[in-house]
Every structure is written in C-alpha cells, then in structure tokens.
C-alpha cells in the first residue's frame, strides 16, 4: 500500500514517508514517564507514521489521535493505520482539509483546539500563493505571530510553508504541551526573517527542550538535512543541543543514497537527550541566556569547546624553530623580489 508513496518527489503535497529512526527518536524523547488520557495531533500527518511512533510510545489505550492533512490519500491511509494499530477510536478525528488556511480541530468556543502532544514532519517548501493573502486577517496575527513567508517571483513552489506549520503547532500547545517538528536543518542558524523570530519566541517563551541535528540524507527522497526541534511549555532548565550528523552507515537505495541508523546509535540520541548529557563533540548543554549571546543559534557546533593541545619545548627548540622561519621567510622574500623583476 505504501510503495509507491514515496515516488513523484512527494507528489503535488510533497508527501515522504518518514524514516522510522526519526519517528522513534521524536516519541522517545517526547514521551519518557507514564501518561494517560492526552491528546496527540499531527497537523501534516500524512499516512501517520509520527503519531503511531508516539501512541505506542504512550499506550493506544492511554491517548487519543487528532490529524489534517490536505491529501485525501495520506487521510485514507492513515484510517488504515489507526484500525491497524488499535486507535479505531480516533477515526473520527482524522480530517482531510488546509490546516494552515482552515485548521478544523476547534474547542466549544471555536477557539482552536491545544494538545498535550504535537508532531510533525511539514512539508518544507510549497506553493500556496493562492491563498497567501486569505492568511492575513485579525485571527491569524496571533497564530503567525512572526509572520507569512514571501511568495518568491520565480519559483512559487519553493515558499517556506514549514515557518507556518511551526508556528501552528506553537499555538496549539497546551501550556503544559510538547512538540517535536522535523525542519530543515538551515532554519536553526538563520540570522534574519522570519526563522529567527520564531526562535527568538522560543527561547524568550522557554519552550525550546532541544535540539537533535541529523545525519544527511536521512531521507532517501530528499537531500535537504533536517533537524528535530523540541518543544516543551514546561521546560525552565537548560536546552540539550545534539549534532549527530556524523553517525550513520550510508546505503543505497534504488537511484538514492540513504543514511540509516543503528539501533545503538538511535538509543545513543535518545538516552544523551533524556538525560541531558554533555558528550564530547556530540553534545552541548546550554542556558537560554547563552543562546540568546550566540545570536539565537541552535547549533550545538557553534556550542562545543575548542580544543587546543600545548606541547613543552626547551628555549632551545624554541629558539631553532624561531630562527627556521626567520631563514625560510628570508628566502620567500628573495624569491618574491625576483619574481616582482620577471613579472615587470
């Protein structure tokens, strides 16, 4: 049913199946006590892989499952997969329709609906110039606080449709809530626009929990390098920044190369981020004090310590390097000057 899911570089929605290792890692780090009777919704939620990952995580019995998708086949997939994973309670809630320009879940008072748990792999670019303009009333500015990307003149598709999808599912988290959305990786340096406001809200709001960059290629479909930004209403600690760009074994798959994950490198991710552990050019621990100093970036590179070895050298050794130089910048300099001779 799902093979051909995949093909057509995602379709006219974009839509990818998202990895296993990555919806692991989402529930898993979103979800490591017991909880019962709370809500997950996925506003791009596609044929549901995040929000199965996540109910398992939690207990069928324990959650209920919201979803929109603008795709009727994701939709009917997804169906599938609640009768297959024992969440035929959810059915109803699983709504075909434009989260961005008509987010259908809404409470009594037709506020939008909050949930404890969000998850999210939105599509990163795509063309919605048609109803960009529709977005712009007095019940949106709330919701896109940090504002509608442009419409690019020339190419239309490539509009950063994931900056509404993030501040969405800001929105639509309970004040005790947690979110974790795939984004491309660019977005967590971004010194300008609309991505820095948003993480600017994050880190003033102290809702950021972390972090997680992935390897390249995790996605076999697509050579954008995501991340997972990790949100958390209750999170007034420090922020854990994971780079695990490095890990990894890179296999081919069909025309593509994909990056897949060992098991032990997933329960690595995993573990280093529940227990927020500092690991040597892995990972980074930092207040939001110190964020805000690094311009708001979420890189845990710009984070690690640099290391610088010392070696102890007699005044002799030091004197012989010393004078090496000095005869070697000698030379260089004759040379320069009959160079400068030739070239007149």
Do not use: W
């Not at 969440?87 to 259908?104: A, D, M, R, Y």
């Not at 209750?234 to 098991?263: C, H, P, R, W």
């Amino acid at each position: 049913l799902i093979k051909d899911y995949n093909t057509n570089s995602g379709g006219k929605y974009a839509e990818y199946f998202t990895p296993h290792a990555v919806a692991k890692i989402m529930a898993r780090c979103l979800v490591n006590e017991n909880v019962s009777n709370v809500t997950c919704y996925d506003p791009s939620a596609g044929s549901g892989t995040l929000l199965m990952n996540l109910a398992h995580q939690i207990g069928e019995d324990k959650c209920t499952i919201y979803s929109q998708d603008i795709s009727q086949k994701s939709s009917n997939l997804l169906r599938l997969n609640l009768i297959l994973n024992d969440l035929v309670h959810s059915i109803p809630n699983v709504v075909k329709g434009n989260t961005i320009l008509e987010p259908f879940h809404k409470d009594k008072n037709g506020r939008l609906q909050q949930f404890d748990y969000i998850v999210s792999n939105p599509p990163f670019k795509l063309d919605f110039s048609d109803f960009s303009a529709d977005l712009d009333t007095k019940e949106n500015h709330d919701r896109f606080f940090a504002g509608i990307p442009n419409i690019p003149k020339a190419k239309k598709e490539s509009m950063a449709i994931y900056l509404l999808f993030l501040q969405h599912i800001m929105y639509s988290l309970k004040d005790t809530g947690k979110a974790a959305i795939v984004v491309p990786t660019g977005f967590i340096t971004a010194q300008s626009g609309i991505d820095k406001k948003i993480r600017e809200r994050m880190v003033s709001s102290k809702m950021l929990a972390g972090v997680v960059s992935m390897p390249s290629n995790i996605f076999a479909t697509t050579g954008t390098n995501v991340s997972i930004i990790f949100l958390d209403k209750q999170n007034q600690g420090d922020v854990i920044l994971i780079d695990a760009s490095k890990l990894g074994t890179t296999i081919k798959e069909g025309k593509n190369q994909k990056t897949v994950l060992s098991y032990e490198e997933e329960d690595k991710i995993i573990n280093t981020f529940n227990t927020k552990t500092p690991l040597e050019d892995f990972s980074v621990v930092v207040s939001y004090d110190e964020i805000k100093a690094k311009n708001h970036s979420l890189s845990a590179g710009q984070y690690f310590e640099v290391k610088i070895e010392y070696t102890d050298i007699t005044h002799q050794e030091f004197a012989g390097k010393m004078k090496t130089f000095e005869n070697n910048l000698e030379s260089l300099f004759n040379e320069n000057k009959t160079l400068e001779k030739e070239i007149q």
